[in-house]
Nanobody
Framework: QVQLVESGGGLVQAGGSLRLSCAQS????????MGWYRQAPGKQRELVAR???????NYADSVKGRFTISRDNAKKTVYLQMNSLKPEDTAFYYC??????????WGQGTQVTVSS
């Protein structure tokens, strides 16, 4: 079973930066994509960023140019570097991992709060 543990959330002022980390445990073979979702109160869960096993990345329009997703395979960790943070980035952020054919794994999440 794949387990994902997020860290790095916190409270920052608008314009600041945070880096979220998602550490993997258990079997990671077969994972073809990992990503970050976020959900704010009263809003739909949103895919923020995704990175595939081949290194391709995708970003939500709202974070393009500000957020960067990356991987460190040796550390079995995926990161989300968040720069130029805005109050609207405030949300609970979840790490996900996908394995063929239908498996989706979720971390416990970490809170990001951006003050105005």
């Amino acid at each position: 079973q794949v387990q994902l543990v997020e860290s790095g959330g916190g409270l920052v002022q608008a314009g600041g930066s945070l880096r979220l980390s998602c550490a993997q445990s258990g079997v990671i073979a077969g994972i073809y994509a990992m990503g970050w979702y976020r959900q704010a109160p009263g809003k739909q869960r949103e895919l923020v960023a995704r990175i595939t096993s081949s290194g391709n990345t995708n970003y939500a329009d709202s974070v393009k140019g500000r957020f960067t997703i990356s991987r460190d395979n040796a550390k079995k960790t995926v990161y989300l570097q968040m720069n130029s943070l805005k109050p609207e980035d405030t949300a609970f952020y979840y790490c996900t991992a996908n394995r063929l054919p239908l498996d989706v794994y979720w971390g416990q999440g970490t809170q990001v709060t951006v003050s105005s």
